[in-house]
């Protein structure tokens, strides 16, 4: 059997652990920059707070309803994320983390599955504070479906096991096309011109014909849907096809420099992630923009450059040299950019890199180089060590880069800052009238 523990709301309630104030009340949280709202606690959600929904259209509104709105924390939840997946390794052998908030992973059908459900959901509540949902059922498409079922039924407590044909056909009657895992609303059309308009015609229809219609995928929806596995657990996860590093800053800058500080920056953090998963990169792309919600009489600018290297590379100075090139190739004066990123891809393991003829550098003095940097980083903070081309990315407080992105209401990162980390005082309280202390 197959599970899938999906942390409900998952930024809003990784806020609502560490600040009890926020229990109970409306909590939205934004993208980078403060542009849009990526998440709603349950109360927000109920009070129609839109998923997407641009702050400045929606700060009124969320004024009006007393909503506590606060800047992303992706370090934060990514924490909570890799502690929530650790539980789920105490359960199973076989996990496979989907998304920052969504886990898949096998259960022996010999265990009493819906206690085992209970138990990971107490486990998650009691020592991380999250609210998790959990579907269990014999493939991941009918997983996927448990777990919605678990969360539009409060009476199952959180908990879905689709053991039993019967138990498969009430969950599907009581869902739309749209709301099955893989189903989109273009897959839902031509599903109904075919003559398929529910979950259980989808199950029951000719897996042929919907080979036919929607390829591959369609045809493993239907099997899936009839309890066979056709989609495997991805134990090992595939490597990266690019890496993208980006940001919209948070005012706009005509000022080169500016740029190039960015663009050095977002090198070396791409560079990093590179190396983390010991992978090069044979290609790199720069992109530079304006501001596409500026007033209509304002000129747009938008350009990319890309560059190909005759050897892969993972040294940060090679990646942040090469995207500083196709800045020059880029960069027009006169317009207010708003938006940049480093784009590496043509990615490739580093133990099968092809050599190069007329190839100079030395790779184990740069390999020997990074592996420092990157355990000094670690041990330090990300900019501990730095190339001279990149801006600091601690600051001092009150003080922001022109080109960094708005952050203005972000949480603390609670646990993985040490000058950050929660502080509880105890107060010395007076014994009742009567008593000495006793000493």
């Not at 009657?173 to 989109?184: A, E, F, K, N, Q």
């Not at 929806?221 to 595939?238: A, D």
């Not at 050095?264 to 990169?281: H, I, N, P, V």
Request: hydrophobic letters at 40%; one cysteine or more.
């Amino acid at each position: 059997m197959i599970a899938l523990a999906d942390a409900n709301n998952f930024y809003a309630s990784c806020e609502q652990v560490f600040n009890p104030a926020l229990r109970g009340k409306p909590v939205v949280v934004l993208s980078n920059n403060d542009g849009v709202i990526v998440a709603r606690s349950a109360e927000a959600r109920a009070l129609g707070v839109k998923m997407a929904q641009p702050y400045f259209e929606a700060r009124s509104m969320l004024a009006r309803i007393g909503a506590r709105v606060l800047s992303s924390n992706y370090t934060l939840y990514d924490d909570m994320s890799n502690r929530l997946i650790e539980i789920y390794r105490m359960h199973s052998a076989e996990v496979e983390p989907y998304s920052i908030d969504e886990c898949f992973m096998r259960l022996d059908e010999s265990r009493p599955l819906e206690a085992l459900g209970r138990r990971i959901r107490g486990m998650a509540a009691q020592w991380l504070g999250l609210p998790i949902s959990v579907g269990i059922a014999a493939t991941k498409t009918l997983a996927k479906l448990a777990n919605r079922v678990a969360k539009r039924t409060p009476e199952r407590g959180g908990v879905c096991v689709l053991a039993g044909a019967r138990d498969v056909e009430d969950a599907l009657r009581s869902v739309g096309l749209t709301d099955l895992w893989g189903v989109s609303s273009g897959y839902r059309k031509r599903l109904e011109a075919m003559g398929v308009s529910t979950p259980l015609e989808l199950r029951d229809a000719d897996e042929h014909r919907v080979l036919a219609r929607l390829g591959v995928v369609g045809q493993r929806i239907v099997l899936e849907l009839r309890g066979i596995p056709c989609i495997g657990l991805e134990l090992t996860p595939p490597d990266k096809q690019n890496i993208c590093c980006s940001r919209s800053f948070g005012e706009e800058t005509i000022r080169k420099d500016d740029l190039h500080r960015a663009l050095a920056t977002f090198a070396s953090l791409a560079a990093a992630k590179l190396r983390r998963q010991d992978l090069a990169t044979g290609a790199i792309t720069v992109f530079i923009g304006t501001n596409i919600h500026a007033p209509p009489q304002v000129p747009q600018y938008h350009a990319s450059h890309g560059v190909g290297l005759a050897v892969p590379a993972y040294d940060t100075r090679e990646i942040a040299q090469a995207a500083l090139h196709c800045l020059e190739r880029v960069y027009r004066a006169g317009h207010r950019y708003k938006k940049a990123g480093v784009m590496l891809h043509r990615l490739c393991r580093r133990e099968r890199m092809q050599a190069g003829l007329f190839d100079g550098r030395d790779h184990a003095r740069s390999r020997r180089l990074m592996r420092l940097m990157d355990d000094v980083n670690r041990e330090w903070g990300d900019d501990a060590l730095r190339i001279g081309s990149a801006a600091a990315l601690r600051l001092t407080p009150g003080r922001t880069m022109q080109w960094q992105g708005k952050s203005d209401s972000r949480s603390p990162r609670y646990t993985t800052k040490w000058n950050e980390l929660p502080k509880a005082k105890a107060r010395a309280q007076k014994p009742p009238t009567g008593l000495e202390p006793v000493t």
